[in-house]
């Protein structure tokens, strides 16, 4: 889910389309994961919307906007932990963190407690 051409409306329109016709099978995915909430995240603000509304129908996915280690201006204080508990309150499962971060020992407690809390809401 991402803005086109600075337009929130084609991925409004796929996001109806898919969960109409496929409804639980049908999820949502996007890159931008930031933590950041739609009053400062100006381009992705549509999105918010979006995801809040969709990922709870059925399921999100997110790749994270950046990675905490060299870019933290690109985080809500809190960085990477608070960015996915973002995308969790939309019900996502699955996040794609970069290398950097997996590789960083300083977030290595942060990433097990989360993979902890995502294995409890989530069991195999």
């Known amino acids: 889910m991402h803005p086109v051409l600075g337009s929130d409306q084609i991925a409004a329109e796929v996001a109806a389309y898919g969960h109409r016709q496929h409804g639980k099978r049908f999820g949502v995915s996007a890159g931008w994961l930031s933590g950041k909430p739609a009053s400062q995240d100006r381009h992705h603000a549509g999105m918010h919307a979006l995801m809040e509304k969709y990922g709870p129908l059925s ?53 097990q407690e989360i993979a902890a809390e995502i294995r409890k809401t989530n069991p195999p």
């Open 59 to 111: 399921f999100a996915t997110f790749q994270m906007i950046g990675n905490e280690t060299n870019q933290p201006e690109r985080f809500a204080p809190g960085g990477l932990g608070v960015a996915i508990r973002q995308g969790m309150a939309w019900n996502a499962h699955y996040f794609e963190i970069w290398r950097a971060d997996v590789l960083n020992p300083k977030l290595h407690n942060i990433l």
